[in-house]
């Protein structure tokens, strides 16, 4: 059964860049057309959508994210990762990584989340 | 301020049936049959219980459904259970790169 499981800093300074990782079990990262994701949630708050990226390579962000935000993939380890640069407290956040079956329109299995805090 | 719109909060007596609305614009909802919803107990994970606007994961119960009509989505659930309260999340693709667009999420409280 697939997993995911994300890891990285729980805490991180103002304007300093975020780096988490999302570690894959139960399939390989190469192995289908997948498309594998980050979506954060403030705490208390809604859902955004940050970005994904395809085992090809080929990535897409969100508009709002997209100058300060990097989605690479690493085949050799059966992860992905995300990096978010020029860190504001706005960026506090839980951070899921997930994975979409198909289209990528569709979150289909989610990470249980790593919660990040933006703080001097 | 999220992109769709969602009330707040619902509630209904177990058994019951309650219906969430979601909002958006004809470039989203109105726009796409990409709209899904997400179930989202306290710490938990967001699951997926609808994609397509109205398809079901095998493993969600048919008491959730969903369906569309113009810019407005909804996600019905029928004879309620206790353990059917949490948050819901409405999502839409909404064009270009922007392959997801949520609203604020519906807290029900199953009374």
């Known amino acids: 059964q697939l997993r995911l499981q994300e890891s990285g800093p729980g805490l991180a300074k103002p304007s300093e860049t975020l780096s988490l990782t999302c570690t894959v079990s139960g399939d390989s990262i190469s192995s289908r057309s997948y498309y594998w994701g980050w979506i954060r949630q403030p705490p208390g708050e809604g859902l955004e959508w940050i970005g994904n990226i395809q085992h090809s390579g080929t990535t897409f962000y969100s508009a709002s994210l997209r100058s300060r935000v990097t989605i690479s993939i690493d085949m050799s380890r059966n992860q992905f990762s995300l990096t978010l640069s020029s860190l504001t407290s706005a960026d506090t956040a839980i951070y899921y990584c997930?994975?979409?079956?198909?289209?990528?329109?569709?979150?289909?299995?989610w990470g249980q989340g790593t919660l990040v805090t933006v703080a001097s | 301020q999220s992109a769709l719109t969602q009330p707040r909060s619902v509630s209904g007596s177990p058994g019951q049936s309650v219906t969430i609305s979601c909002t958006g614009t004809?470039?989203?909802?109105?726009?796409?049959?990409?709209v899904s919803w997400y179930q989202q107990h306290p710490g938990k994970a967001p699951k997926l219980i609808i994609s397509?606007?109205?398809k079901r994961p095998s493993e969600v119960p048919d008491r959730f459904s969903g369906s569309k009509s113009g810019n407005t989505a909804s996600l019905t659930i029928s004879g309620l259970q206790t353990e059917d309260e949490a948050d819901y999340y409405c999502?839409?693709?909404?064009?270009?790169?922007?392959?997801?667009?949520f609203g604020g999420g519906t807290k029900l409280t199953v009374l």
């Open positions: 999502c839409s693709y909404a064009g270009g790169s922007n392959f997801g667009v």
């Open positions: 397509y606007v109205d």
């Open positions: 997930y994975f979409s079956d198909g289209e990528p329109f569709v979150f289909d299995f």
């Open positions: 004809n470039s989203d909802i109105g726009a796409y049959y990409y």
